[in-house]
């Protein structure tokens, strides 16, 4: 199982930026899948999720209204939309299945910052 996340960077306050992540080792389009993030000094959390097939969508109470999770099952590939970036959404980023994996990524580092 692989799960490769891109997309990450340093933006401004206000910001916006997508992610991606692109899966193999399994069958993709049969799995529902979570975005977690970690900043520094905290744990690992579930910030997002999405069916296996996009009809159910679920967010934390501190992303919702401001990111959106979407999948493409022909690309084996799960998104992060994430708009009007605050600070305290820096952190690592990472994909996985729900309920999740011991298999996680390299992840990618969202900074969010003036």
């Known amino acids: 199982v692989q799960f490769v996340e891109s997309g990450g960077g340093l933006v401004q306050p206000g910001g916006s930026l997508r992610l991606s992540c692109a899966v193999s080792?399994?069958?993709?389009?049969?799995?529902?899948m979570t975005w977690s993030r970690q900043a520094p000094g905290k744990k690992r959390e579930v910030i997002a999720s999405?069916?296996?097939?996009?009809?159910?969508?679920e967010y934390v109470g501190s992303v919702t209204d401001r990111f959106t999770i979407s999948r493409d099952n022909a690309k084996n590939t799960v998104y992060l939309q994430m708009n009007s970036l605050k600070p305290e959404d820096t952190a690592v980023y990472y994909c996985?299945?729900?309920?999740?994996?011991?298999?996680w990524g390299q992840g990618t580092q969202v900074t969010v910052s003036s």
């Open positions: 996985n299945t729900s309920p999740v994996r011991s298999d």
């Open positions: 999405i069916s296996s097939d996009s009809i159910k969508k």
């Open positions: 080792g399994f069958t993709f389009s049969t799995f529902a």
